[in-house]
């Protein structure tokens, strides 16, 4: 009876893990175009260069290739973390490894976004780029008060 109780909990546990990657995929494709909107907005409020739009234009296609590569990888581990929790008997070192995977590349996500940050303030000047800083913040919460909208 324990056992099923543990084994329980972790299938909770991973399938709460999953909910972001379910919701990513049930987005429709007008947010593409709502998202390439909005950062026009920020570019023109930010009064960039021809040279500095195509710089950041560079720098956000290449950011977004390598973060789809690495979503993927971790939507796969997830999945393989599931599967893995669904086994009659569970095996704890493939369970671990899998983690660990998922922490990596975790860990490898939050670089790559620190390093397309860094590569944007070297784009803009200090002034546009703590306006942009600013911006994104402003985003940011505007995202997060629409998504709790949602939730009701």
Same mark, same amino acid.
């Not at 929790?85 to 704890?92: G, H, S």
């Given at each position: 009876m324990k056992e099923n109780h543990i084994t329980f909990m972790l299938m909770l546990g991973c399938m709460a893990l999953m909910m972001p990657f379910a919701h990513a995929d049930d987005k429709d494709a007008s947010?593409?175009?709502k998202n390439d909107t909005k950062v026009q907005e920020i570019y023109s409020q930010l009064n960039l260069t021809d040279q500095q739009e195509k710089q950041l234009e560079e720098n956000k296609t290449k950011h977004r290739g390598e973060m789809k590569d690495t979503f993927t990888k971790i939507k796969a581990d997830k999945e393989a973390l599931k599967a893995e #929790?669904?086994?009659?008997?569970?095996?704890?070192n493939k369970?671990?490894?899998?983690q660990s995977q998922i922490?990596? #590349?975790q860990a490898?996500? #939050?670089?790559?976004? #620190?390093?397309?940050?860094l590569e944007v303030r070297k784009i803009l000047t200090p002034e546009q780029?703590?306006?942009f800083i600013a911006l994104m913040d402003k985003r940011k919460h505007e995202h997060e008060a629409s998504a709790g909208d949602d939730k009701d």
């Open positions: 947010w593409g175009q #929790l669904m086994k009659p008997e569970l095996d704890m369970i671990n490894e899998i922490k990596a #590349l490898d996500t #939050l670089d790559r976004r #620190l390093n397309s940050v780029f703590g306006k």
